[in-house]
């Protein structure tokens, strides 16, 4: 049997953590096994549901690179079929109106609660045969009222309900308009689902499920109920905790495969393996071994995954994704030094690529500024005579590799009988403006010999007209 699983999002916010973590659930387990992932946009809540969102998710799930095989589906695109199926379970005899006001069903709640019963919908419209004359009712899914509810939960394992702990569920509202226990089982029956992977906050609504499939005679497809993901004060994972968007860690500076590397750890694990590559991830997941228990978000990981990231990745890959945050430094990396050479001489300080576009900045353009306390020991007029003979000897130098720019700082020192230091930090601070930056040859290598004896010029300027 070919896997097909979905990811099917409300599209009622920005896609975040707990749902990105969810969708990779769900896609990897149909990367592993050939299969097909489906995205659906479970947009019938008309109120809630806004265009802004649904871009937000499809833009979320393209960043994770989480690529889907048939979708985006829309389910207000389906109106049609749900009123079908549900004229379907009334003709049945398995759906009734139900014509209860609000203010009937809040005195049935009060009672119930008065009695110390279960707030439930006692079913009393089950039997009507007459309509009520002005009202417009809701429709109702008749559950059945003896026997057990199983869900072998690929994860939680085997979780029985009983019908009798099951009230009579709306399908439709009083507009007309489906419900989601209702579009879900319809849509994962229509488009083969096979294997639903969600949050384990559905599954109270899952023998629910269970029932309408097989009143419209479904097999029931197979379900795996991923655990919650919680704060480090132990309660439900929210923006308080720094859990955001998608695209904000993006903006923060994560690479997507931090993120996915993060996400699967959350609740998953492979022996103590910390680091996966999306291939490894593909052939290691397994949803028997995710965890039971809820797990912790944890902003100090993902760092930690982040940084392992940029220090390890192939330079290119990660030139792409610096360059939106090199962009709105105003720089344009593809002028000036090789973006991917600035990368390794800079990555191995930087945790996000906010703190490597700012540390790689200076190779694009002549400080405006320089540290001042460095520029106090730095800048001062003993400065002067190391910086120009420098300068002139970079100026002549034909062959620009790191040896040679060496020897020139080498041969100023040797003549002026000074420490490495005394020309090394003003060199450094006039090239970089205090910026952190490695072994100074390198360093003026990258930087190239125009912008390199330029800005040192600059700094032999400023000496002057501060002391
Ligand atoms: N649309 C539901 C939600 O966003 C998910 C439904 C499902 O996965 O069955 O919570
Ligand atoms: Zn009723």
């Not at 899952?206 to 009143?215: D, E, F, S, V």
């Not at 800079?346 to 790689?360: F, G, M, N, P, S």
């Amino acid at each position: 049997m070919s896997i097909k699983s979905r990811f099917a999002p409300s599209p009622t916010g920005y896609l975040h953590i707990g749902g990105a973590r969810t969708a990779l659930f769900s896609w990897l387990y149909a990367r592993k096994h050939g299969g097909t992932f489906v995205l659906r946009i479970e947009d019938t809540d008309l109120e809630r549901s806004t265009p802004e969102s649904v871009n937000a998710i499809l833009e979320g799930m393209t960043w994770l690179g989480l690529e889907y095989d048939e979708g985006p589906f829309y389910q207000t695109h389906r109106f049609d079929r749900y009123k079908q199926v549900i004229q379907q379970l009334l003709d049945q005899g398995d759906a009734y109106f139900c014509y209860c006001s609000k203010d009937e069903l809040e005195a049935m709640r009060e009672e119930q609660m008065a009695n110390k019963q279960k707030p439930r919908y006692d079913a009393r419209c089950r039997g009507r045969t007459e309509p009520l004359e002005g009202v417009s009712p809701v429709i109702r899914f008749r559950n059945p009222t003896e026997g057990t509810v199983v869900v072998e939960d690929l994860i939680r394992g085997r979780v029985a309900f009983q019908n009798t702990e099951l009230d009579d569920l709306i399908i439709a509202r009083s507009d007309g308009t489906p419900t989601y226990n209702l579009t879900v089982v319809v849509d994962d029956a229509d488009m083969g689902i096979n294997y639903v992977i969600r949050g384990d906050d559905h599954l109270n609504n899952t023998p629910r499920q269970m029932n309408i499939l097989k009143a419209l005679g479904f097999e029931p497809p197979i379900y795996a109920h991923v655990p919650m993901i919680l704060g480090g004060d132990g309660k439900r994972l929210s923006k308080r905790h720094g859990a955001v968007s998608v695209m904000q860690y993006r903006d923060e500076g994560y690479l997507p495969e931090a993120v996915l590397n993060y996400l699967v750890r959350l609740g998953w694990s492979h022996g103590d393996q910390e680091l996966f590559s999306i291939d490894e991830m593909i052939e290691l997941f397994q949803l028997e071994n995710v965890n039971k228990a809820a797990s912790t978000y944890n902003q100090d990981k993902l760092l930690w995954i982040n940084h392992q990231y940029i220090m390890n990745s192939d330079p290119a890959h990660i030139a792409h994704h610096l360059s939106v945050h090199m962009g709105k430094l105003d720089i344009d990396p593809s002028v000036g030094p090789n973006i991917e050479e600035v990368i390794v001489a800079q990555r191995e300080k930087a945790k996000t690529l906010v703190e490597l576009a700012d540390t790689c900045a200076f190779y694009y353009r002549d400080p405006s500024e320089y540290n001042a306390k460095t520029a106090k020991k730095a800048f001062v007029e003993a400065a002067i005579e190391p910086l120009t003979r420098a300068r002139d000897g970079l100026l002549v130098l034909d062959d620009w590799r790191r040896e040679p720019i060496h020897a020139v700082l080498e041969q100023v020192v040797t003549e002026l009988e000074i420490g490495f230091g005394q020309i090394g930090m003003p060199v450094r601070l006039a090239l970089t403006g205090g910026a952190p930056s490695p072994e100074l040859d390198l360093t003026i290598c990258l930087v190239g010999k125009d912008a390199a004896t330029r800005r040192i010029d600059a700094a032999i300027e400023y000496i002057r007209s501060n002391s």
